[in-house]
């Protein structure tokens, strides 16, 4: 194990407990677990640009429900495989092991419990964490987590369960989608959600899930391009424009203790901080109505007092942009396991997308320097206290 100065924090790194797992595999609509004939294993569904594929599939395979031999799986299936990698805590060890990763913080991924019926929504997120939970348990001091919150519950169920969530002995914050009650996270019924978070010192880690209409791919996007369009473009803009909503509702200025982790480097807010700046003291609007005066605090305060980024985005290019834009004492690395599994090699061995943001951090911060020591660990053990076992 490293030294406390040099540990290898993994802040982005998803698990599915098997209730979650359960719960999926019995829904028909998106999100949803499915098996398909001929198909090693069951494919993990959650895109909108994949439900017209799935509808074909399903359509194929009705008609042929009759013939006398199965038909083999379709070339292209929606999804992605559920391996072990997804479920398994032997395997998440093992993943961390093979990397050098001293401590992971585990959360579920999209899209949570956003589906989930409000009057399930509660209890349901208590199971949940209650797995992470035991996990970790399972492996102090390597293992913490981000709770899952009941954000379709009624407004009583859902600040109770922060007020839970606080008590488990390895939480270190929550994850979240950019929908939030429904109407994204510049609404004003989140400001209580907000306060009670902060209150608890529970740092938000921000993901994306629902990227941009399928319409803005083309025609062509589902049946030639795969997956690359929605995940490398669509998920970095749905968090840049949930960010900036936040802030032009003035929401930081509101919940000033309010600490969020932003997934894959923020999106493209490091770049586009600029040109949201540069629009607002343009704007017309605004300004008559007295929100460009000097009291204003810019986008690039609250990314440097309020904001994290992790490391999740392959390049040094762009891990530079996220430097300059928070500050390297903000960011912590992360690896989006089990996503992103290598394609031609072991997947018990090597992954790119531990490898690559690791080279990122070396690349614009100098091997083993003070900075690339932070970012690779230092920051995740001093901002989520991973030294504590409260």
Partial sequence: MASSDTKVVDIHTHMYPPAYVELLESRKTIP???????????????????????????????????ASAPAPAPANLPGRPVTSHYSSLAQKLHFMDTHGIDISVISLANPWLDFVPSETAGETAKSINAAFSDMCGTAPGRLFFFATLPLTAPPETLLAAIGHIKGLRYCRGVILGTSGLGKGLDDAALVPV?????????????????GLPSEVWGPRATDEYGHVLPLALGFPMETTIAVARMYL????????????????????????????????????????????????????????????????????????????ASGVDRLMFGTDHPFFPPLTSDEQGEWESMTWNKEAVTKAL?????GARAVMGGNAVRVLRLYEEE
């Fill in 32 to 66: 949803l677990i499915r098996r398909f004939t001929g198909a090693k294993d069951p494919r993990y569904i959650i895109l909108p640009a994949e439900a017209e594929t799935l509808d074909k599939i399903s359509s194929a395979e009705s008609e042929t429900a009759s």
């Fill in 194 to 210: 907000f306060r009670a978070l902060a209150a608890n010192k529970l740092t938000i880690f921000l993901h994306p899930h629902y």
């Fill in 249 to 324: 509702a003035g929401l930081f200025d509101a919940v000033p203790d309010l600490r969020m982790l932003l997934a894959h480097s923020g999106g493209t807010l490091p770049f586009l901080a600029g040109r949201v700046e540069s629009c607002i003291v343009h704007d017309r609007h605004l300004v008559r109505e007295g929100r460009v005066g000097p009291a204003r605090r810019t986008i690039w305060q609250v990314l440097r007092e309020q904001v994290y980024l992790d490391a999740v985005i392959y390049s040094d290019v762009g891990l530079k942009a996220a430097i300059d």
């Fill in 366 to 370: 100098g091997a083993d320097s003070e």
